[in-house]
């Protein structure tokens, strides 16, 4: 076997050795993504479930602090009117219906009522707003694949050509090494047919 022959075999043989080698290293790093996101779609439910229970958890807290605060209210209102009571008896001839006892508490009660409806409404809106964030991260992660894949293709459309350049180099090359191989073949064959 010439050398030249035997060059481009171990040449060829180095060459599917570290194409397999290539192939192999991203298939293990195709698994090892793979693995990762099952593991983590295994997660899923633990977060899900630790969205409702702060969901939960928030709206108890809301019911709570509104009832709270109604009750301490009514208590407020309760001793108020105890304490008006007196005065209104005393007074009654002198202050018109509009400042009596029961509009002041009227007034109080729906205060308070607005107070409650508030805070119930704040507490549902930074909650509407938590989960529309979340709702926002789908098109974003689709968008980050997409992307993701137009890397991808753009790395493979690169290295495909760089292959074609590479071998219509080497092929420009070998007609190069040919043609002058012929040249010197000619000129050789003339140079002895003219000292003969």
Same mark, same amino acid.
């Given at each position: 076997?010439?050398?030249?022959?035997?060059?481009?075999?171990?040449?060829?043989?180095?060459n599917? +050795?570290?194409?397999e &080698?290539v %192939?192999?290293s991203? +298939?293990?790093?195709?698994?090892?993504?793979k693995?990762?996101? +099952?593991e983590s779609?295994?997660?899923?439910? !633990?977060?899900? +479930?630790?969205?409702?229970s702060y969901?939960?958890?928030?709206?108890q807290?809301?019911?709570?602090?509104?009832?709270?605060?109604?009750?301490?209210?009514k208590? *407020?209102?309760?001793?108020l009117?105890?304490?008006?009571r007196?005065? =209104?008896?005393?007074y009654?001839?002198? *202050?018109? =219906?509009?400042?009596?006892?029961?509009?002041a508490?009227?007034?109080?009660? !729906?205060?308070?009522?607005n *107070?409650?409806? =508030?805070t119930?409404?704040?507490?549902?809106?930074?909650?509407?707003?938590?989960?529309s964030?979340?709702d926002?991260?789908?098109?974003l992660?689709q968008?980050a694949?997409?992307?993701?894949?137009?890397?991808?293709?753009?790395?493979?459309?690169t290295?495909?050509?760089?292959?074609q350049?590479s !071998?219509?180099f080497a092929?420009?090359?070998?007609?190069?090494?040919?043609?002058? &191989? =012929?040249? %010197?073949? &000619?000129?050789?064959?003339?140079?002895k &047919?003219?000292?003969?």
């Amino acid at each position: 076997m010439s050398k030249k022959t035997e060059t481009n075999q171990n040449y060829s043989n180095n060459n599917n +050795d570290f194409q397999e &080698s290539v %192939n192999q290293s991203f +298939d293990e790093t195709k698994d090892n993504i793979k693995k990762s996101i +099952d593991e983590s779609r295994k997660q899923i439910p !633990r977060i899900n +479930d630790s969205v409702n229970s702060y969901q939960e958890q928030s709206l108890q807290t809301a019911k709570e602090i509104s009832e709270q605060y109604l009750d301490s209210q009514k208590e *407020v209102v309760n001793s108020l009117q105890s304490a008006w009571r007196p005065y =209104n008896e005393i007074y009654t001839g002198l *202050v018109t =219906n509009y400042y009596s006892p029961n509009a002041a508490v009227n007034a109080y009660t !729906r205060f308070v009522s607005n *107070v409650a409806d =508030n805070t119930v409404s704040a507490i549902r809106l930074s909650n509407n707003v938590i989960f529309s964030t979340l709702d926002a991260w789908k098109p974003l992660l689709q968008q980050a694949k997409d992307v993701s894949r137009h890397i991808s293709n753009t790395g493979v459309n690169t290295a495909r050509v760089f292959e074609q350049n590479s !071998r219509q180099f080497a092929a420009e090359v070998q007609d190069v090494a040919a043609a002058s &191989s =012929n040249v %010197n073949t &000619s000129t050789n064959t003339t140079t002895k &047919s003219t000292t003969h």
